[in-house]
Nanobody
Framework: QVQLVESGGGLVQPGGSLRLSCAAS????????MGWYRQAPGKQRELVAS???????NYTDSVKGRFTISRDNAKNTVYLQMNSLKPEDTAVYYC??????????????WGQGTQVTVST
C-alpha cells in the first residue's frame, strides 16, 4: 500500500507565499514523475506543475515565474513553493505520484488534498 500525504496549505493574503509538501510512504520501489494539481470550486482539476525523476519541470502558464516544484528523492517528497499568490490560486491542491510498488503496472497515487485560500 502507498500513501501520499500533503501538508502546508492554509489562508494567505494576496502577494503572500506558501510551501506545500507531499510525502510518499509505504511499499515503494521507484517514484517516477510527480505533480501538483488543483481544483477550484466548480472547475475541473488541472495540472499545476510536474517534475520527472531526473528533475525536469513543467508548469501551467498561469503559475510560471511564481511557483517552483522540487523534490527530494531520498525522502520521497515533492514540494511546491508558491510565491506572489493571487485570489485565483485558491483551490484544493493535490499531489500525485507515478509509483512502482513492486508489481506492474506503474500506478498513479493521489494525496487527500490540502486547501489553499488566498484572500484578504
Amino acid at each position: 500500500q502507498v500513501q501520499l500525504v500533503e501538508s502546508g496549505g492554509g489562508l494567505v493574503q494576496p502577494g503572500g507565499s506558501l510551501r506545500l509538501s507531499c510525502a510518499a510512504s509505504g511499499r515503494i520501489f521507484s517514484i517516477y514523475s510527480m505533480g501538483w494539481y488543483r481544483q477550484a470550486p466548480g472547475k475541473q482539476r488541472e495540472l499545476v506543475a510536474s517534475i520527472t525523476s531526473s528533475g525536469s519541470t513543467n508548469y501551467t502558464d498561469s503559475v510560471k515565474g511564481r511557483f517552483t516544484i522540487s523534490r527530494d528523492n531520498a525522502k520521497n517528497t515533492v514540494y511546491l513553493q508558491m510565491n506572489s499568490l493571487k485570489p485565483e490560486d485558491t483551490a484544493v491542491y493535490y499531489c500525485m505520484g507515478n509509483i512502482f510498488s513492486g508489481t506492474y503496472p506503474i500506478r498513479g497515487y493521489w494525496g487527500q488534498g490540502t486547501q489553499v485560500t488566498v484572500s484578504t
